[in-house]
């Protein structure tokens, strides 16, 4: 059975489980300091990472509060996000 791209990447961990890529995340670190009290990536992975809801706020540049979607619905849009990602980096 193939992997999904949601399990291939060691990069940066998901708290509700999965991970994906730290390139992905890197160029939004910005958005996650500002949305996580001034924690770098590295902080956040330390910490465990993010949710996948937070996750797709800091990929999209928002802030999270207010815009957090329900985790399940977060998680099916980043994945194909990553996928997207996946395919322009390969």
Do not use: Y
Request: net charge negative; glycine share 8%.
């Amino acid at each position: 059975m193939a992997e999904s791209p949601l399990d291939t990447f060691r990069d940066f961990p998901i708290l509700t489980g999965g991970k994906m890529p730290w390139d992905m995340l890197a160029p939004h670190e910005q958005q996650a300091k500002r949305n996580h009290g001034g924690q770098s990536l590295a902080q956040l992975m330390d910490r465990g990472g993010l949710s996948w809801a937070e996750a797709l706020c800091v990929l999209r540049d928002e802030p999270a509060f207010g815009n957090l979607k329900p985790e399940a619905e977060a998680r099916i849009i980043v994945a194909a996000m990553i996928e997207s990602w996946s395919r322009e980096h390969e």
